[in-house]
């Protein structure tokens, strides 16, 4: 309930009035390795930017494929402003052009600049003889850019997933991945080691550990990875009291995708209170785990500092207006039987997901619906139904006050309907939505 009351107060507090807080965050490309950063009161998230993998890619097919970065910035944590293309593979000097190979960044402020942190294939050995991948920085004065890269990756450095964590007493450290997970001391100028790299142990010895996220709050220090224990990757911790550990593995934070997505990745950030916890999955690629998509969720510690697991959702976080497309398919919670969702279109998986009701008293809810204080006489269902059938919406509970019945003609396409409800109620409520006879697909309803 606080949760919603501090969304309440970044709805009035910055005039937001259409929110639509739902998994995954971006909607019309994929994303991957999500980090986010609150720079001057916004919540700015650098992610890796898959995509299908192009014919003149050369050599695997089946393999991650990321050509560039986009930066996107939210002030509500559910509408995203896409700020485009901020670093490119064919606008670094020292990265194969051909690899597609920009995999999980990091971002972070020093004063006043924006040290954006990358990995990638270099396109020659280095004076070690050794190619793979490196770390590069490009620095912009402003979070969305312009970035300018650094002509060479940072020396010392071999590895994927950087991350740059800046102590209270301004000391920065860079962490990143290479089978294990390693830990340097940056410069003040944060694109040179001001330490030997020295491997971080403690951590699990059997099973790939990869992203590391490290944060600090009341005095502890969190190391956070993907680690493979079982068949897939789950995010666990470490805590310590020195960002340079000795650190002692402490839990789970999120256990293995339920989409069967091979990798996780993650980042924590507070924001106005609440901690977030920012992930992947492959929601729009089921069938393709290297395409994956940026979801968000509300994370909680126990009074000890443990963090409490926790557990994917469709529904994210935040508020949705009564007046914009409320997507059912995005549920808070679905009937034990005869309910489920499914895409729109299964080639073009961005078109969304349907909520298909199929036996009688079937229902979907959807939590946290802003009605604020405005009077509502209608409601628009986008629907279809082969036999026709009927739904009812109802307030927070399966069996609450009834705003609406809503008959759905018998046909094969989709059509959108306006019904009368009765008085709807001003606030915050779950709307319940049940079937009451014959299967109806419902793709979005909204109220006005
Ligand atoms: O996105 C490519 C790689 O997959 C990342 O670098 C890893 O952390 C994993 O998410």
């Known amino acids: 309930m606080k949760n919603y009351k501090s969304l309440l107060f970044i709805v009035f507090a910055f005039g937001i009035t259409s929110l639509s807080a739902q998994n995954p965050i971006v909607r019309d490309q994929f994303s991957a390795d999500p980090t986010a950063r609150v720079f001057n009161g916004k919540v700015y998230v650098f992610p890796s930017h898959d995509i299908p993998t192009p014919a003149k890619k050369p ?71 050794k190619k793979g991948f490196g770390i590069g920085v490009a620095i912009a004065d402003q979070p969305e850019g312009p970035y300018i890269p650094q002509s060479e990756p940072i020396q010392g450095v071999n590895g994927i997933d950087p991350n740059v964590f800046i102590d209270k007493d301004g000391q920065a450290y860079l962490y990143w991945a290479q089978g294990n997970i390693s830990v340097a001391k940056l410069k003040d100028n944060m694109i040179e080691l001001a330490s030997e790299p020295q491997v971080i142990d403690n951590l699990p010895q059997k099973g790939l550990k990869e992203g590391p996220f490290m944060f600090e709050r009341n005095g502890i220090y969190y190391l956070t990875i993907p680690h493979v224990e079982n068949n897939i990757e789950r995010l666990e911790y470490a805590i310590g009291n020195n960002p340079m550990g000795p650190f002692k593995m402490a839990g789970v934070v999120m256990d293995e995708s339920p989409l069967n997505c091979w990798t996780n990745h993650q980042s924590f950030v507070q924001y106005k209170g609440q901690w977030y916890l920012f992930y992947h999955q492959d929601a729009y690629s089921p069938k393709f785990d290297k395409n994956r998509s940026i979801s968000i969720d509300s994370l909680f510690f126990n009074t000890d500092g443990s963090i409490r697991k926790v557990i994917p959702t469709y529904r994210g976080v935040g508020l949705t207006s009564a007046t914009e497309n409320i997507q059912l398919d995005r549920y808070s919670k679905l009937s034990k039987n005869g309910a489920s969702i499914a895409f729109i279109d299964t080639v073009n998986t961005f078109a969304g997901w349907k909520t298909i009701l199929k036996t009688p008293k079937a229902w979907v809810q959807y939590n946290s619906v802003d009605f604020g204080n405005k009077k509502f006489t209608s409601v628009e269902v986008k629907a279809q139904s082969v036999n026709g059938g009927i739904v009812q919406i109802r307030l927070d509970k399966v069996d609450g006050p009834l705003l609406a019945e809503i008959s759905i003609p018998k046909g094969n396409d989709w059509s959108t309907l306006d019904t009368k409800v009765s008085k709807t109620q001003n606030g915050v409520h779950h709307l319940i939505v049940t079937l009451k006879d014959s299967p109806v697909e419902i793709d979005w309803i909204r109220f006005k």
């Open 59 to 129: 050599g695997r097919k089946d393999w991650f494929c990321m050509e560039d970065y986009h930066v996107f910035s939210s002030t509500n944590l559910t509408d995203w402003k896409d700020h485009g293309m901020i670093v490119s593979q064919n606008k670094v000097k020292w990265v194969d052009s051909t690899s597609y190979s920009m995999w999980a960044p990091d971002c972070i402020e020093r004063n006043g600049k924006y040290y954006f942190y990358f990995p990638a294939n270099k396109n020659s050995t280095d004076p070690n003889g």
